[in-house]
């Protein structure tokens, strides 16, 4: 898309202008230290970007899916990682589209204004994995509480979040006439919850990503802690994981761009055997693949938006977003570290740290086998294999 025709030019201007007081050399000492972006993600928080799902009447921008991926897409292509904060965008549609207005008015505020984050979701467990029905975390009421007990695994940002949404059964799956139902979602204060009943263990991982081990032990939640209706958790988390597929897609979006305008400077310069090596077909034709796929997996990223802007299903349309974006920015990534030679390898080029960022997206928050399992039932009606 060109700048002329690109409605969202201001938007990436503006996100460009802050992305550029983070030079390479800052995320790639955050990376190396295995830190947190504190600085980075404070800055998009002060300018509101953070803020952009928020409704104008709870001191947000009132912007939609479509430019808070634009958002995402802009960072992931200045060189950054929105892994840091992607959390809160998504989390946030699901207690806006579900909280009470009790809820809203006591988070949203707060969240603008950059006071709390709430950048946590705990959905996956170590037994179950993707079989997210499954799951074996329990809620039991007690008077006006619910009282959790259970573990959750891979859990992203809790130390850097003052809010978690946590997904955990509250009616046992035998009592159900649909697996899905039975789930519910409940607001977690990380630090009241840290204080009493839930443990959180650091997993070290290939990315600079924080994830944790949880584990609950009679963590009491208020009952005023549950978003919207009892047993109707699955459909709520929904909500988020489509937004959270379309801003994933968004950054890998970002990233494919990185890496294509990097190895197309690079290549252009570097001279083996007597000329630039992105003369040669064998070199440009994986760097124009990875583009064109690039190109096309925005298309679908901004079908999926403008769905779920409009309030209509469109978990085809986010899940095949994701998919083709994952796809295009893992090979940008290999084209990009491949004909950097072995400087690719270098901390300094930043090759291989964005290559480790990227490759995450074939796994989580979905992996393509999900996906692809996802489209030939629901999209194309073929039989149910589990
Ligand atoms: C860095 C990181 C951050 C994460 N952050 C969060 C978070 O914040 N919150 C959260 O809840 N979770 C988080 N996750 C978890 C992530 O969503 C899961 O890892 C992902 O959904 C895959 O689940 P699993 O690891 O249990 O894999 P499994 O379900 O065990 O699957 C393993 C592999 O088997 C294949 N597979 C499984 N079932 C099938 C099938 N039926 N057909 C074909 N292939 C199949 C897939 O290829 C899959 O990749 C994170 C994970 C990572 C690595």
Not at 15 to 40: I, M, N, S
Not at 95 to 105: N, T
Not at 178 to 186: D, E, N, R, T, W
């Amino acid at each position: 898309m060109t700048p002329l025709d690109d409605p969202y030019q201001d938007i990436r201007d503006g996100v460009r202008a802050l992305c550029a007081e983070f030079p390479p050399e800052y995320h790639r000492k955050v990376d190396t230290e295995r830190g947190y972006p504190e600085a980075f993600v404070d800055a998009l928080t002060r300018a509101g970007w953070l803020a952009a799902l928020i409704p104008e009447d709870y001191g947000g921008s009132g912007l939609g899916l479509t430019e808070a991926s634009v958002i995402m897409e802009e960072i992931n292509r200045a060189g950054g990682n929105s892994g840091a904060c992607h959390g809160q965008m998504y989390n946030m549609t699901t207690l806006v589209r579900h909280g009470s207005e009790a809820q809203k008015a006591r988070i949203l505020p707060r969240l603008a204004s950059g006071e709390i984050r709430l950048q946590s979701m705990g959905v996956t467990e170590p037994t179950t994995g993707t079989d997210t029905t499954q799951l074996k975390t329990t809620a039991v009421r007690r008077g006006d509480r619910w009282v959790v007990n259970g573990q959750k695994v891979w859990i992203s940002r809790v130390q850097h979040s003052d809010y978690m949404i946590l997904l955990a059964r509250t009616t046992p799956i035998t009592d159900v006439a649909k697996k899905s139902h039975g789930l519910s979602i409940f607001l977690v204060d990380v630090a009241e919850a840290m204080a009493s009943g839930m443990q959180v263990k650091p997993i070290a991982n290939m990315v600079n990503h924080e994830t944790n081990e949880l584990f609950f032990d009679n963590l009491e939640i208020p009952e005023e802690n549950l978003i919207g209706e009892e047993g109707q958790g699955f459909k709520y988390i929904l909500t988020g994981l489509n937004a959270e597929r379309a801003l994933i897609a968004a950054e890998c979006i970002g990233d494919g761009y990185w890496f294509t305008d990097k190895v197309t400077a690079y290549v252009s310069e570097r001279q083996v055997f007597g000329r630039p090596i992105g003369q040669n077909q064998g070199v440009q034709f994986p760097i124009a693949e990875a583009y064109i796929e690039t190109e096309a997996a925005s298309l679908m990223r901004f079908r999926a938006c403008a769905l779920y802007d409009a309030g209509q299903p469109c978990g085809a349309e986010a899940n095949m977003a994701k998919y083709l974006a994952a796809k295009a920015s893992w090979e940008a990534a290999n084209a990009c570290l491949q004909f950097h030679g072995g400087f690719g390898f270098a901390t300094e080029y930043d090759v291989e740290r964005k290559f480790r960022e990227t490759r995450l997206y074939q796994v989580a928050p979905i992996s393509t086998n999900l996906i692809l399992s996802y489209v030939a039932e629901h999209v194309l009606g073929l039989p149910r294999s589990f």
